[in-house]
Nanobody, 125 residues
Framework: QVQLVESGGGLVQTGGSLRLSCAAS????????MAWFRQAAGKEREFVAR????????RYADSVKGRFTISRDMAKSTVYLQMSNLKPEDTAVYYC??????????????????WGQGTQVTVSS
């Protein structure tokens, strides 16, 4: 079992920044791939970013490349998503996810075994 708790969401103006955090507890954090997804109102959940278990490899959706950075702190069992130059289209509920057994498709929802409750990010124009 892995428990994930997101925090750091809020309301920000276009061009602003936010840092989301995802605190993990349960099984060995250092052996688990982690990702961020987001879901806007009326839309499907979509991949945002992923970081490997070691932290040595990252992947990003094209829509956030160059603006978002995913990282992890092993000592704190926490994953972060630093978001910069935010746009209104980034408005969504952001979810943290844990991948216990990599199946080969990091951008798909089904790849992930545990999810947090989500944190709302709203970008005003």
């Amino acid at each position: 079992q892995v428990q994930l708790v997101e925090s750091g969401g809020g309301l920000v103006q276009t061009g602003g920044s936010l840092r989301l955090s995802c605190a993990a507890s349960g099984r060995a954090f250092s052996s688990v791939g982690m990702a961020w997804f987001r879901q806007a109102a009326g839309k499907e959940r979509e991949f945002v970013a992923r970081i490997s278990a070691s932290g040595g490899a990252t992947r990003y959706a094209d829509s956030v490349k160059g603006r978002f950075t995913i990282s992890r702190d092993m000592a704190k069992s926490t994953v972060y998503l630093q978001m910069s130059n935010l746009k209104p289209e980034d408005t969504a509920v952001y979810y943290c996810a844990a991948d216990m057994n990599y199946r080969g498709d990091y951008s798909r929802v089904f790849e992930y075994d545990y999810w947090g409750q989500g944190t709302q990010v709203t970008v005003s124009s």
